[in-house]
């Protein structure tokens, strides 16, 4: 298993069909949500993710949200309750903080992971909302 971290511009085509039909696979298939995954913020972001024998098994994309603040979004991990998802994590943060760049981080988490983010040190700072009808949380840390 190897650890990425791209922009847009130094993905390979196959790199970029993997992340595109990953985030298809959880996001629209299996959660049976419709909305347009291709959003243009996948061009201003970093790309980190996981792979194994050629497929990535988990990925985010960070992008800037303003002067001190990056987002986290897209977050997957195909083999859950692996690590592979917190090591994903723990490994952009790191990241970051070599960057020297940002303060802190924001998610907006589904409502069922918000357990899971604070144990990576996140904290909610909304109530629930709706976003393409799932529930969501607005999350951040502080790097």
């Known amino acids: 298993m190897k650890l990425f971290i791209k922009r847009f511009d130094q993905l390979n085509?196959?790199?970029?069909?993997?992340?595109?039909?990953?985030?298809?696979?959880?996001?629209?298939?299996?959660?049976?949500?419709?909305?347009?995954?291709?959003?243009?913020?996948d061009k201003k972001s970093l790309h980190i993710f996981?792979?194994?024998?050629?497929?990535?098994?988990?990925?985010?994309?960070?992008?800037?949200?303003?002067?001190?603040?990056?987002?986290?979004?897209?977050?997957?991990?195909?083999?859950?309750?692996?690590?592979?998802?917190?090591?994903?994590?723990?490994?952009?943060l790191r990241w970051l903080k070599q960057k020297k760049k940002y303060t802190k981080v924001y998610i907006e988490a589904q409502k069922y992971a918000i357990e899971f983010y604070e144990k990576l040190g996140f904290h909610a700072i909304s109530n629930v909302f709706l976003e393409d009808g799932i529930e969501h949380v607005k999350m951040e840390r502080f790097i």
């Open 13 to 41: 085509i196959n790199e970029l069909y993997e992340i595109l039909k990953v985030r298809q696979d959880i996001f629209i298939l299996e959660q049976q949500c419709l909305y347009p995954d291709i959003d243009f913020i």
């Open 50 to 92: 996981y792979q194994e024998k050629g497929k990535i098994i988990a990925y985010l994309r960070l992008f800037e949200r303003d002067t001190y603040t990056c987002q986290f979004g897209r977050i997957i991990s195909l083999n859950r309750r692996q690590g592979f998802g917190t090591s994903l994590i723990n490994e952009s």
